[in-house]
């Protein structure tokens, strides 16, 4: 008796960003998929260099397609081109703007969001700034009646029933033919294309979510997916309660790029991991991690008196700054780079995507400096101790466009609630801060627990290897459901 071999199931991850790629190609969770061979995984990114990335995992099951023209549309090149130009220039505004920004506002303002109705009173030059972080908070976008959610419901069914397809994902589709199809970064406007094109195929679809903020900040999800991934019990329930996702369509898994955290567990705790920055190996480091220019302009200000206070003498003695700028700062040598005096005062170029020097600086840290952002989960998932900067500097900000407001977002309230942090309002409480921990890192050691596992747990070194087998189990219903009714073999 002979038995029929085993088939190949196949499967297209959609990566539309920088952020959305580093969870899957910077992790181990791309390594994963190359120990399988019973999937064949086609990645679609923005990026032509991963295409290189991909290939030197040295599987032959992993591929690569760009964003936005994965398959070759019908109609021969002229065609093509066309569609590259209005995918470009006009699709974009279209959907995003008269689209789902409309969507967006609505679903924000309905609920309330308290980062919503901040931006919303932001200037206007900063407010068009914000579209590209996917915010819409122009108030024509609500027009008429912005807090009706009857009207709401009817946009958004609206929105998801109207099928323009893109001629370049549909002939991806075809070509590939998937079991599954998995959408990360849910409320980007440039995920619909595939999702359209994978419900009028009936692929099943998974959907991450792709940051603890997204759930209040970015508009609802699209619906019918298969499966929901969150990356921890908080989000699950802001997906039940807020965006009417039923819990067993949701698998909390964990954050994969937090899973080298764990392998370093057993790490002595001043083990001297980072050599590439210059860091005296007998120093206690204040690591300052940068944000964005856009959210934190004034930060020059704080590396400048920190940066003044280790050279007097102010924390004590044998203590060394390092500055990690933002991965996306390029902005970092007028902001940051005056201020370095090697080797008590560095500062380091910005890291796209390599993880482990994060995971070495962090482990090194005796305190992190930063300014509302998820480094802080990282530093507390190392068990490094944590200074929330809350004040402008010395700049007089707006209240509107102050980082003290961040703090009130609903996403990192949690955070503050835990007390796993220290929240600081002032250059004072900075220095007190920043002494006290170094004088007893065990201070405030509850609230990091506490926030550990409200927000960061499971936190095993399993979450990618969830991921991965989530996605391979949907594909192997996918694959028997098409056998089993005379589909692809």
Not at 94 to 115: D, T, V
Not at 416 to 424: A, C, D, K, L, Y
Request: charged share 25%; hydrophobic share 40%; aromatic share 10%.
């Amino acid at each position: 008796m002979t038995t029929e071999p085993r088939r190949t199931l196949r499967v297209a991850i959609v990566l539309p960003s920088g952020m959305a790629t580093r969870t899957f190609l910077d992790t181990h969770v791309a390594q994963l998929f190359a120990e399988r061979d019973d999937l064949d995984v086609t990645f679609v990114t923005p990026h032509d260099s991963d295409d290189d990335r991909i290939a030197e995992l040295g599987a032959r099951h992993l591929h690569w397609r760009p964003l936005r023209c994965p398959g070759a549309a019908s109609g021969g090149d002229r065609g093509v081109r066309w569609q590259r130009r209005l995918r470009k220039g006009l699709l974009p505004w279209f959907h995003g703007w008269l689209g789902y920004g409309i969507l967006a506002y609505r679903f924000n303002h309905i609920h309330g969001f308290a980062g919503h109705w901040q931006k919303r009173r932001m200037p206007f030059r900063r407010k068009l700034r914000e579209i590209g972080a996917g915010n819409f908070v122009f108030r024509f976008l609500g027009f008429p009646f912005p807090g009706s959610r009857l009207l709401y419901r009817a946009l958004y069914r609206a929105y998801y029933s109207w099928v323009a397809p893109d001629r370049s994902v549909e002939a991806f589709m075809d070509e590939l033919k998937p079991d599954v199809v998995v959408l990360t970064y849910l409320q980007y406007f440039g995920m619909r294309p595939y999702w359209i094109a994978a419900r009028r195929r009936a692929i099943p679809i998974i959907g991450i979510v792709g940051s603890w903020d997204r759930p209040t900040t970015k508009g609802p999800l699209p619906p019918t997916l298969v499966r929901y991934v969150a990356l921890n019990q908080i989000m699950r329930r802001e997906l039940i309660e807020l965006h009417g996702v039923s819990g067993d369509r949701i698998e909390v898994i964990g954050w994969p790029q937090m899973d080298q955290y764990s392998d370093l567990s057993a790490s002595p705790l001043r083990e001297p991991l980072v050599e590439s920055a210059a860091i005296p190996s007998g120093d206690k480091l204040i690591l300052y991690a940068g944000n964005s220019p856009r959210l934190v302009p004034h930060e020059s200000d704080l590396v400048a008196h920190i940066a003044q206070a280790v050279k007097s003498g102010k924390y004590g003695p044998a203590v060394t700054l390092h500055v990690r700028p933002h991965p996306k700062d390029e902005e970092w040598r007028t902001r940051f780079e005056a201020h370095a005096e090697p080797p008590r005062i560095t500062v380091e170029p910005p890291e796209r995507g390599n993880l482990k020097h994060l995971v070495g600086l962090l482990r090194r840290a005796d305190v992190v400096i930063s300014t509302q952002g998820s480094v802080s989960l990282d530093a507390v998932a190392m068990g490094s101790c944590v200074v929330n900067v809350a004040f402008d500097g010395n700049v007089d900000v707006p209240p509107e466009l102050s980082i003290r407001q961040w703090y009130e977002m609903d996403h990192y309230r949690p955070v503050i609630e835990s007390g796993g942090t220290r929240v600081v309002y002032d250059f004072d409480e900075l220095d007190a801060a920043i002494r006290a921990y170094l004088d007893d890192p065990t201070l405030d050691g509850r609230g990091r627990e506490e926030l550990r596992r409200q927000i960061l747990e499971p936190l095993d070194g399993r979450s990618g290897a969830r991921l991965v087998e989530l996605i391979a189990a949907e594909a192997r219903a996918s694959g028997g459901a098409q056998c089993a009714h005379g589909g692809r073999p």
